[in-house]
Structures are given as C-alpha cells and as structure tokens.
C-alpha cells in the first residue's frame, strides 16, 4: 500500500496522519484527532475545541484557521498550546507596533523640514504643552519640552505616531495640505497669490506681455512643424537691435574679447589701439581681471571717460566724475532714483509726472514702490510735443490727493519717436523750478536723431546756459545706455546716470543704497567706456568705426522714413514722423463692430487688433494701451530695427492686414 493510500484511510478514520505517527508516536494519541474533520484540504474542528498545529520545519506556530498539509503537521500538548497562543498573541503586537512606527516614521520624514525650522519647532512645543498639560511627570503649568510627555489614559494605548498625528496640522506649527495618493503630505505654499507682495502685482511691462508670449509659443509650434498663415514670427515689439539684425561695432568687440581673453593681447590679428584700450580697462580692474568687482559708483577711469564724454557734448559745460554713477542699464538708475524719492503716505504721497504715452518701465516701477502715477498727456497733433499748460493740469489735480516731487521727461521719445525743441526744454525747467520738482531726464537715445531740423539737446546743457538762476537750483538727474543709439548693445547692461545739485546728504545715501548690489557689470562699463571714448582721429580703428557707426545711423534714418510713408498711405492709419528713437507709433482707426467683440472678450480694443495682427501675419506689435493713450483712441508701437528688406515685408502685411480687418468688422 502506498503512503498516499495510507494517509487517505487515516484521514477517513479521523487519526494522524501516518507521517506524524512515524515521527512522533509517543505524542500521537488517536483521542487528540477525534472529531477532526477534513473538508477540501482544510482541517475543521468541533465547536468549541482548540486545536493548535505546529508546521514541521517552520519557525514559529500558526493559527488553525491557516490552511495546512496534515503530512506537514502535528499537534501540540495543552501545555504547549499556551505557549504558542502567547507567542502568537506577541508576535501579533510586536507586529503591530512595527506598523505603528513605520506609519510614524513616514508622517515624520514628509514633514521634516517644516519641524526642523526654529519656528515650527517652537509651534510644535506649544501644540504638545497644551495637548498633554495637567498629564503627569516633573514639570509644572507652562512647563515646554520637545521630550515625549506622558500620555492620558484615553491615549495611553495609541503608539507615539498618533499622539503626534492627532494635534491638527496648525496646532504642530505646519501648513494644512492632504495626504497624497503616495502617503505623502502636500502641504499648503507658503507663498501663494493672496500671500505675495500686493504691489508686484500691480506692475505690467507691455513690451513683454501676453502677445510676446503668444508669440513665443507660436515659433515652438512653427519649429514643431504646425502649419501656420505664415512661416517665421517677426518681433517688431522691442528696442532689441542686434535681435533684429544689426551687427555690432568691431571695435567695441575686439577690446571686450581682449578684456575677456588677455592671452589675446598677444595676437597680432588685433589693431594696437584695441590692445592698448584693453590694457588700461584691465589695469582698472581689481587683480587685471573684468570678473573682479569693482567700486559700487563704477570703475574710476570709465567715470573720468564719461565726464569728459559729457564736456564734450554739452560743448565744454564742466562735469565732476564724482557725480556719475555707473549702472546696470539705464533701467537700473531710473529705479534707484524713483526708490531716493518715495516717502509720505496718503495724501502725502509722492507723485511722479509721466509722459502718456510713456515707456512701461516708469508706471511698472512706480506700481512696486507703491508711489502715486501722474499723467501728463503728449500732443499728437503736434508731433508729440510737451504741452507746458497740459502739465500744469496734471499737477494741479494730483496736489489734491499726493505730493508730485518728480518730472520725468523721455528724450527723444519713447514710443512715440519725437525730438523735443531747445524752447520746450527750457519751458520745461522753468516748469520744474516754479513747481520745486526733482528732474528725470531719459536721455538712452540721444544720437537717434533722424528728421531733418530736429537736433537732440541735452538738459544739462540747456540748464546751464540759462544760467545760474537755475543751474544752482534745479536738481536733475540724466541717464544714458548702451543698449540704444548705434550701438545696440541691449545684452551687456551698460549704463550710467549724472546727478546735478543733488543733496549731499542725499548723495551720500544714493552711494550707500547703490553699494549694497555691490556693483555694476564690470563688461558693462567696459562697453560704457569704449562708447564715451571710440577710436579717435589717426589711431588705427578710427575708419572702420566712423564707417560702421554711420551706416547704421543712415539704416535707421532710412527706415523711419520708410515706415511713416508705407503706414500713412493706409486708410485708418495715421503715423506722425519718426523723428528719432527707433519706434513709430501709429494711430489707428478700429471699427465699432470690433470694438464691441473685443470688449465682450474683457480686451482693450487695440490689444485685439494685435492679436489678430500676430495669429494671421506671425508680426509681434505692442498695444497702445501698454503704453497709455488719451481716451478713444487706439494706437500700436512698432519697432523700425528689422532689417530693411525684412521691414519691408512687415510694413505690407501690416497694410494688408489692416484693410481685411477693416473689411471684416465693417
């Protein structure tokens, strides 16, 4: 007979299985098998006995209900029955406890780093002290620890994990969030929308709004392949020359490459005046070296540069490089002097007076410092001229709710391309003087001058040949750059700003405030110094920079006649000319029909013109709302930097664009 059979028989008589009378006969009774019934694989015994079985070869026991091999089993005596009930009962606690940790220990490594800060830390002291006061143990009332308190009876069963989990997340000093499908805690931010600084986001920079980013995400679907009305976005929407095509002045970058790569000094390729140009940067600089920093106002030798490029323009009027700072663009200055004037508070509250139109950076900046915008509107009638009587207006309203101190004036002009007249500058001080305000005078694109007439003065010059009754008093504060003119060198951030009859206290607080962002790019006023100092008469660079310097000066004039001519003969738009500056900034005529679409889609009308421009023609404009412009009228700014041929292109499908919008909302 085989063991099989064998087996099968003793299971049918209800005894051990013959392995077990084999291996253990002297603990195999017949009577301990009794009643023992086998149902599929599955011993089952009499309501009310306890029948525990040992696996042989397994380190442990295991609970009847498991399924079990009879051939692989034995049973156990009373004794050894309570034995392995109580090892079970604590293998099953220990089990659970290791549970209890592993859940504690998970809750703890999510939420680390908000414990570990000295704030939360100290939340979290607060949150045990109250939750286990009155407990117990050493130390009275108001005692704080971060050791392990005793717990109440109600909790006295519950492992350290959830005495710690049950305080709310407030109470433990952590920001509220949910437990993630991961078992990770995702707490709330920090720094949220209604968090955050309010005057950030009052602040809107048109030039690089949402049509900017539109256009972006339309060249990533042109490169993806998507097919579009057009093949290649074009960005006329910022003052980016080199972006747009022009080169840059080989003289300027041959120094810079030098200044950047003195083992270059030894290549005979380069001119000796770019080499001898370098030498003396370099020399400026802390260890020989444009990656050292340098002294907060800027390098002493640039700001010497400046202040005899100054003399030399405003035709011998004295300037102290003591009173030039260097900065990072002309961006950078024009802020910190907006910081130097904000004080008071509500009715007290600085006013700046801006120009409208006026460039973004001016009502941006004046929305983070939280000071009062003043409007002061051009005349587009008159070419965009400033209107003494139309200031005097805008002052004398803002007095009723701020205190105006500042006057800003951009010149040429930004959008709109004037060139303001030697009498409208001298009004324009006298303005300043009887109205006791501090003087800005943006002077980025001052050889950006093309109609014939027009010359760019500066308001230092005319402040001192009005004479002393206001060179000794008006405070003003001019500011020049690299990125505009005919350099176009918008990436290196080079600029600087004079400062007349400033305060000496005052001044002294302007070098404190400048310092803490160390300095400015050391290449920046590097680029600074070649442009207030280019190759002079008989060096040998001298040519090649005269040449390259004028036909970009002529390209530019070229293509502002271009652009008044081509948009003027379009019916609906009204372009005055392009007098300096690199933008025009046309009016245009904008349906009723269209007016009304844009208005139910919570747009200003002329943005829903460019946008339309953008998806059907690839041409990247800026509204003229960006900008400001008088009530009911619509405007767009529009950069005249392509390349001529490119331009030409842009300039017809704005033409032909026009005319089919005109046509669709007619």
């Known amino acids: 007979m085989t063991r099989r059979k064998e087996g099968e028989r003793e299971k049918k008589k209800g005894g051990a299985p013959p392995c077990a009378q084999r291996m253990y006969p002297d603990k195999v009774r017949p009577s301990q098998w009794g009643g023992v019934s086998v149902r599929g694989g599955r011993r089952e015994a009499p309501r009310g006995a306890v029948v525990v079985w040992c696996r042989v070869?397994?380190?442990?026991?295991?609970?009847?209900?498991?399924?079990?091999?009879?051939?692989?089993?034995?049973?156990?005596?009373?004794?050894?029955?309570?034995?392995?009930?109580?090892?079970?009962?604590?293998s099953f606690l220990f089990s659970f406890f290791l549970l209890e940790v592993a859940k504690f220990c998970c809750s703890m490594s999510a939420t680390r780093m908000q414990l570990l800060s000295p704030r939360n830390v100290r939340l979290l002291s607060r949150g045990r002290t109250e939750l286990f006061a009155g407990g117990g143990g050493g130390g009275g009332p108001g005692v704080r620890s971060l050791t392990c308190p005793p717990l109440s009876s109600s909790s006295s069963s519950s492992s350290p994990g959830r005495a710690l989990s049950s305080l709310s997340a407030t109470r433990r000093?952590?920001?509220?969030?949910?437990?993630?499908?991961?078992?990770?805690?995702?707490?709330?931010?920090?720094?949220?929308?209604?968090?955050?600084?309010p005057t950030v986001k009052k602040v809107e920079?048109?030039?690089?709004?949402?049509?900017?980013?539109?256009?972006?995400?339309?060249?990533?679907?042109?490169?993806?392949?998507?097919?579009?009305?057009?093949?290649?976005?074009?960005?006329?929407?910022?003052?980016?020359?080199?972006?747009?095509?022009?080169?840059?002045?080989?003289?300027?970058?041959?120094?810079?490459?030098?200044?950047?790569?003195?083992?270059l000094l030894n290549d005979k390729t380069f001119p000796e005046d770019a080499k001898s140009r370098a030498r003396r940067i370099l020399q400026s600089c802390g260890g020989n070296s444009m990656g050292s920093y340098s002294a907060s106002q800027g390098i002493d030798s640039v700001r010497q540069d400046v202040a005899l490029y100054i003399e030399r323009r405003d035709g011998g009027v004295p300037c102290d490089p003591d009173n030039i700072y260097l900065t990072t663009g002309a961006s950078d200055g024009i802020v910190t002097m907006l910081k130097l004037l904000m004080c008071g508070e509500g009715a007290a509250r600085t006013g700046v007076m801006i120009s409208i139109p006026q460039y973004p950076l001016y009502s941006a900046a004046l929305a983070e410092l939280g000071a009062v915008q003043i409007n002061y509107y051009l005349n587009e009638e008159n070419?965009?001229?400033?209107?003494?009587?139309?200031?005097?207006?805008?002052?004398?309203?803002?007095?009723q709710y701020c205190n105006p101190r500042a006057l800003c004036i951009i010149n040429p002009g930004n959008p709109t391309g004037q060139v303001q007249s030697r009498q409208c500058i001298e009004d324009v001080i006298r303005f300043a003087a009887q109205e006791r305000l501090f003087l800005m005078a943006d002077e980025v694109y001052q050889d950006n001058v093309y109609a014939d007439g027009c010359q760019f003065h500066s308001f230092k010059k005319v402040l001192f040949e009005m004479g002393p009754e206001y060179s000794d008093t008006v405070e003003l504060v001019s500011f020049h750059s690299t990125s505009k003119c005919y350099m176009g060198e918008c990436?290196?951030?080079?600029?600087?700003?004079?400062?007349?009859?400033?305060?000496?206290?005052?001044?002294?607080?302007?070098?404190?405030?400048?310092?803490?962002?160390?300095?400015p790019p050391v290449p920046g006023q590097a680029l600074m110094d070649l442009v207030v100092n280019p190759p002079q008469p008989g060096e040998p660079s001298y040519e090649s920079f005269i040449k390259e310097r004028t036909a970009t000066l002529s390209a530019l004039a070229e293509k502002a006649k271009l652009t008044?001519?081509?948009?003027?003969?379009?019916?609906?738009?009204?372009?005055?000319?392009?007098?300096?500056?690199?933008y025009s900034f046309p009016r245009i005529t904008i349906p009723e029909k269209a007016i009304k679409e844009a208005m139910d889609l919570g747009q200003q009308p002329d943005m829903f013109y460019c946008m339309k421009m953008l998806e059907e023609t690839g041409i990247c404009l800026v509204p003229g709302s960006g900008f400001g412009q008088k009530d009911g009228t619509y405007h767009f700014r529009m950069t005249i930097l392509p390349l001529k041929d490119k331009l030409q292109i842009l300039l017809n499908k704005v033409k032909e664009f026009h005319l089919k919008f005109t046509q669709q909302y007619s």
């Open 564 to 582: 008044e001519q081509v948009l003027n003969t379009v019916q609906g738009l009204s372009c005055n000319p392009v007098q300096g500056a690199m």
């Open 383 to 399: 070419c965009w001229s400033m209107d003494i009587s139309e200031l005097q207006r805008a002052l004398d309203e803002a007095r």
């Open 205 to 263: 920079y048109a030039v690089r709004g949402p049509i900017v980013q539109r256009a972006l995400e339309l060249e990533r679907e042109l490169s993806e392949g998507m097919k579009k009305p057009f093949v290649e976005v074009i960005k006329a929407n910022i003052g980016d020359a080199h972006a747009m095509g022009q080169q840059p002045i080989t003289f300027f970058r041959q120094v810079l490459a030098l200044c950047s790569y003195p083992e």
């Open 57 to 90: 070869g397994s380190k442990g026991p295991s609970a009847a209900a498991a399924p079990l091999d009879p051939r692989s089993t034995f049973p156990l005596e009373r004794s050894d029955r309570r034995v392995v009930a109580v090892a079970t009962l604590l």
């Open 491 to 519: 990436g290196f951030r080079g600029g600087y700003m004079e400062i007349i009859n400033m305060d000496d206290e005052v001044k002294a607080q302007l070098t404190k405030l400048v310092s803490v962002r160390l300095c």
């Open 173 to 197: 000093g952590l920001p509220q969030g949910k437990m993630s499908e991961n078992g990770v805690v995702s707490r709330a931010k920090v720094l949220t929308i209604d968090t955050m600084n």
